[in-house]
């Protein structure tokens, strides 16, 4: 035989291998290895509708790499290097990922896996469950859409939508998230959540619900394991006794200790008392609570009276009986107070909640309608939110302006003004009694001034003028007629009218309690212009 027809012969024994070899399409660019069989019990090719399919029976397992699949049955694609695995699917990734379902897809190009029914995700640190998941292995990425229950050794998470990490250990839950730890209830819309770290990031308006708090923000993390919360946007946070806000809050449920900051609010529940300033400071097992910045206002609302105190700091400590029944407000420095029928300031100042009494030190002044009092020390005593009794204590001085602007005076080392529905009624002074008034004609002229001088005294007045005054021990009393009084005997000695520096209403809110806008009046529609009346033709005058 010659050689050209030996090399015909070669070439005729050759094109149905060629041939054969064409109908398997060459690799893609970047398409990943070939899905690798690794056992069966039987093994069943063919082409099934256009498409080379190996159906594989019994104990299959496969190999791509550091993946492995397993299931009771298979159908590999031979063509575009895909599975379809049924019954007691698992996939396993670098030994750590496990996932099983009741089915399964995979494609090895894409390495992307897709696995239905009773699905569950374990890796070392949690396990979810869900009845869908799409697991994208190039990017370690699992997600599922059709809701998710997350279990690790104590918490548990629920929500509508999840992304795992599986390389970071992070993830990301959406819509009626639900994580609950041994000691609280945390619900949220949007929520991070890393498994190694064990902490917890919010998206969206959150609430963590414990057994004697709730905590609310609109963004911020809470780590599970430290009980650190730090919420961002709008926090609050809520105890039996208080409810305390801010822009920002931190809170260690294990210390029970929280700080919030900018535009923060503490309010009392017991007693409708609310304090608002820059930080607030709370220790909750001590009943503790300090707010300072930007001069701090308390405000108690007590039927249609409503009390407001500022100072430089305002410390707030709840009682614990028996010891201490009722709570108190400490101010200080620069204290001032402010109710419509009162006005006082001081450097000091104590509030005793229980009892209603306000106890002002260091310079105190106080004003009431045209009264000014002052002395080393004061009390403040009120009942059912009205002044009830003031009392003063070591150079006690009231001065009152009379209707023509005279200034009625009375000192002595104690005094103690009781007051009636609208007014003072009654004032008591012990030790060193002095007292100067105007003796007034009609309102309008001065007929005299009264002068007195008395171990003790006693005055009433009604409807806030001075009716009689009692002289208990060693009285000296005299009447100076206007033209013989002098200058200097238009005085008692440490005198002081200090008008200045009495507070306003504005200068106690300052920028934490802002004053209602005030309501445009509406403009009355223009009256309508009524026809004049038709002039009547006049009778003739009868002569």
Do not use: C
């Not at 897709?114 to 997600?143: C, E, S, W």
Request: aromatic share 10%; hydrophobic share 35%.
């Amino acid at each position: 035989m010659s050689l050209s027809k030996s090399l015909f012969l070669l070439l005729l024994l050759t094109l149905p291998l060629l041939g054969r070899g064409q109908t398997r399409p060459a690799a893609k660019p970047g398409s990943g290895q070939p899905i690798e069989l690794l056992t069966a019990n039987s093994l069943e090719g063919g082409t099934f509708n256009g498409v080379e399919i190996r159906k594989l029976l019994g104990n299959v397992s496969l190999r791509q790499g550091t993946t492995l699949l397993y299931a009771d049955s298979m159908y590999q694609y031979l063509e575009r290097n895909a599975i379809e695995a049924f019954s007691n699917v698992r996939i396993i990734q670098n030994d750590t990922i496990t996932i099983t379902g009741n089915r399964g897809t995979y494609d090895g190009d894409t390495r992307k896996a897709r696995m239905t029914g009773n699905v569950m995700l374990r890796d070392p640190r949690m396990t979810l469950t869900t009845q869908l998941l799409d697991y994208d292995l190039a990017n370690n990425l699992a997600y599922y859409s059709t809701g998710g229950h997350l279990q690790d050794p104590k918490n548990t998470l629920d929500s509508q939508f999840g992304y795992y990490n599986t390389v970071s250990k992070v993830f990301s839950f959406k819509r009626n998230v639900k994580l609950v730890t041994p000691e609280n209830v945390i619900t949220t819309d949007t929520l991070q959540y890393n498994t190694v770290s064990k902490v917890a990031y919010f998206f969206g308006p959150t609430r963590i619900t414990g057994k004697d708090k709730n905590l609310y923000a609109e963004n911020g993390t809470y780590n599970t394991i430290t009980k650190e919360a730090n919420f961002g946007r709008n926090a609050k946070i809520e105890t039996p006794e208080y409810l305390l806000g801010g822009d920002k809050l931190f809170y260690n449920e294990l210390t029970a200790y929280g700080v919030a900051t900018g535009r923060v609010s503490m309010i009392s529940k017991k007693d409708n008392l609310e304090i608002r300033g820059d930080v607030g400071r709370y220790w909750r097992a001590q009943g503790r609570a300090k707010v300072y910045g930007s001069r701090p206002v308390m405000r108690n609302i007590s039927g249609k009276d409503t009390l407001y105190l500022t100072a430089d700091t305002l410390v707030s400590i709840e009682g614990k009986p028996p010891l201490n029944k009722g709570a108190v407000i400490y101010a200080y420095k620069k204290a001032r107070i402010f109710r419509a029928d009162l006005q006082g300031r001081a450097d000091s100042l104590t509030y005793d909640r229980q009892d209603s009494v306000i106890y002002l030190s260091r310079d105190p002044v106080l004003w009431t309608k045209k009264n000014q009092l002052m002395a080393d020390s004061m009390e403040i005593r009120q009942r059912r939110g009205k002044i009830d009794q003031m009392r003063l204590y070591g150079h006690a001085f009231s001065i009152g302006l009379d209707t023509i602007g005279n200034y009625n005076q009375v000192k002595g080392r104690t005094m103690v003004a009781y007051f009636g529905e609208k007014a003072i009624k009654k004032i008591d002074v012990v030790g060193n009694a002095e007292s100067l008034y105007y003796a007034l004609e009609g309102d309008t002229a001065v007929s005299g001034v009264n002068k007195s001088l008395s171990a003790t005294m006693a005055l009433r007045f009604a409807d806030d003028e001075l009716q009689t005054i009692s002289f208990i021990t060693n009285p000296e009393a005299k009447f100076i007629p206007p033209n013989e009084l002098k200058p200097e005997e238009a005085k008692l000695k440490d005198f002081r009218w200090r008008p200045e520096d009495r507070p306003t209403r504005r200068q106690t809110l300052g920028k934490h309690f802002a004053a209602a806008p005030v309501k445009a009046k509406k403009k009355a529609a223009p009256a309508r212009k009524k026809p004049l009346p038709k002039a009547r033709k006049k009778a003739p005058v009868k002569k």
